[in-house]
């Protein structure tokens, strides 16, 4: 079970590392920006930009930590 404290853990890393939020709907949210999720005991609110390197949010979602399945490493893009 995913918790509120492990999502904090993951917005605190240094460097921060991009990572995926995945629910138990199988919707997911990329989280490029620590300073894009606000986390309380119950529920996240999660900004969202239209693109990936958008440096603010287009707009927001309300989840709850309860339907948190996972968070995973989005793996960085391979340059050519």
């Known amino acids: ?3 509120s404290s492990d999502i904090r853990e ?8 991009p ?15 620590s300073e894009f999720v606000i986390v ?3 529920t996240l609110e999660i900004a969202t930009p239209k693109t990936e390197g958008d440096k603010e949010p287009d707009g927001t979602h309300l989840v709850s930590i309860l339907h948190v399945t996972a ?3 989005i793996p960085a893009k391979a340059k050519t």
């Open 19 to 33: 990572f995926r939020i995945l629910l138990s709907s199988g919707q997911h949210y990329d989280i490029f920006h």
């Open 10 to 17: 993951r917005l605190r890393r240094l460097p921060f590392e």
């Open 1 to 3: 079970m995913i918790t």
């Open 40 to 42: 309380t005991k119950r």
């Open 71 to 73: 968070l995973e490493v």
